[in-house]
């Protein structure tokens, strides 16, 4: 049996409340690399907070979640969960 988590994440900017969308198989190390500005995408984006994850037991349905979350669709999908954090 895998015990491998595959997660699926949501950034936030404090600078201008953007999201982003990754993948990663090490949550903590990832959302730390983020936050250093290591990660070209984000890193003129700092600071960053992470808002939401979904953990998947498969590799396939992680990267499923990440490329839907990333559609028009996605993305109303997405704000419409975590509608009431972006509303406050």
Known sequence: ???KFYYVYVLQSLKDNSLYVGYTTNL???????????????RYKLPIKLIFYEAYLE?????RR???????????????????????
């Open 28 to 42: 903590k190390q990832r959302i730390a690399s983020h936050k250093k500005g290591e990660n070209f995408s984000t």
């Open 66 to 88: 990440e490329l839907y979350f990333k559609t028009t669709k996605g993305k109303t999908t997405l704000r419409t969960m975590l509608k009431d954090y972006l509303d406050r």
């Open 59 to 63: 590799k396939s349905d992680a990267k």
């Open 1 to 3: 049996m895998n015990s």
